[in-house]
């Protein structure tokens, strides 16, 4: 017996919850038509199978409890999800505290697991993976910059990557506040100290 478009999508529900777009792009593979995916859709939030926000909800407890990924990851996987502009305000909920702890174990993690990498390898490296994981510089820079260093600073092959990323991100049309965040977030990954940098960076007025 074939089964009912409904049937269909509540089997996809058994194995996760699922958003709106994820159930409507499930059910368009099958190649199922539009005014059926449509009915069965609204059927579905009738019964409160699937709902959006619930869902953010959900999505933010796991979150807590297990990844601790941090806002911006948080926002690309609900986006991709299909969460709404609307719907995704829930985020902003999220306690300060509860992200900058996110961002403390994921560093101690990353700490960790490069403790026998030199410091200018060792700084990339950390940024990266903190990066991957939604946090922004300003997020971690007083956590880089508590990392011993083993040797002084190459303040010529540090001229040649400040005027590097400052050509770069200028020419990309970013000025003020913008350009600063930019080149700093490019010289971090490079393995410079985050105080260093400010200490230079503040010396130049980024227009």
Same mark, same amino acid.
């Given at each position: 017996m074939e089964m009912s478009t409904f049937d269909l999508a509540l089997n996809y529900l058994t194995y996760k919850p699922r958003t709106e777009k994820e159930i409507r792009d499930y059910l368009k593979k099958k190649k199922i038509k539009k005014d059926i995916i449509e009915n069965t859709i609204e059927k579905l939030k009738e019964y409160n199978y699937i709902n959006d926000r619930e869902y953010v909800k959900l999505y933010l407890k796991n979150n807590h409890l297990g990844k601790r990924f941090g806002l911006k990851k948080i926002k690309y996987d609900l986006i991709k999800r299909g969460i709404s502009e609307k719907t995704l305000t829930i985020i902003d909920q999220i306690p300060e505290e509860n992200l900058n702890d996110y961002c403390i174990y994921h560093f101690n993690k990353v700490l960790s697991s490069t403790d026998k990498v030199p410091y200018r390898k060792r700084v990339p490296k950390i940024v990266r993976y903190l990066n991957l994981r939604g946090f922004d510089y300003q997020d971690y820079s007083s956590l880089i910059s508590e990392i011993p260093k083993e040797s002084d600073i190459d303040e010529l092959k540090? &001229?040649?990557?400040?005027?590097?990323?400052? =050509?770069?991100?200028? &020419?990309?049309?970013?000025?003020?506040?913008?350009? =600063?965040?930019?080149?700093?977030?490019? *010289? *971090?990954? =490079?393995?410079?100290?985050? =105080?260093?940098?400010?200490?230079?960076?503040?010396?130049f007025e980024l227009k």
């Open positions: 540090f &001229k040649k990557d400040f005027e590097h990323y400052y =050509k770069l991100y200028s &020419k990309k049309g970013f000025n003020s506040s913008e350009l =600063k965040s930019r080149i700093i977030r490019g *010289l *971090l990954s =490079k393995g410079y100290d985050y =105080k260093y940098i400010n200490e230079i960076i503040n010396q």
